[in-house]
Nanobody
Framework: QVQLVESGGGLVQAGGSLRLSCAASGRTFSSYAMGWFRQAPGKEREFVAA????????YYADSVKGRFTISRSNAKNTVYLQMNSLKPEDTAVYYC?????????????????WGQGTQVTVSS
């Protein structure tokens, strides 16, 4: 088992930046691919970004490519999401998730463990 706790959400103006963090505890962090997802009110949870176990491969949703950067520190058991050039449509609850499978998941069903989420609100 792995426990995940997100932090760093908040209210920011359009064009601003936020950095989300997700601290992991429990089983070996480096054995999991990690992902960020988000869910806006009335919408399904959607993929944002994912990173492989050693951090060598990253994947992004088209809607955030070039604006968001996922990274991880296995020494600190933490995964990050740097969000720049934020838009009002980025407003959502952001979730960190751990994928214990063989690859790097880009869908909700591929992830085994989830954090509680952190709210990001972008004002226009």
């Amino acid at each position: 088992q792995v426990q995940l706790v997100e932090s760093g959400g908040g209210l920011v103006q359009a064009g601003g930046s936020l950095r989300l963090s997700c601290a992991a505890s429990g089983r070996t962090f480096s054995s999991y691919a990690m992902g960020w997802f988000r869910q806006a009110p009335g919408k399904e949870r959607e993929f944002v970004a994912a990173i492989s176990r050693r951090g060598g491969r990253t994947y992004y949703a088209d809607s955030v490519k070039g604006r968001f950067t996922i990274s991880r520190s296995n020494a600190k058991n933490t995964v990050y999401l740097q969000m720049n050039s934020l838009k009002p449509e980025d407003t959502a609850v952001y979730y960190c998730a751990a994928d214990g499978g063989a690859g790097v998941g880009v869908t909700v069903i591929e992830y085994d463990h989830w954090g509680q989420g952190t709210q990001v609100t972008v004002s226009s």
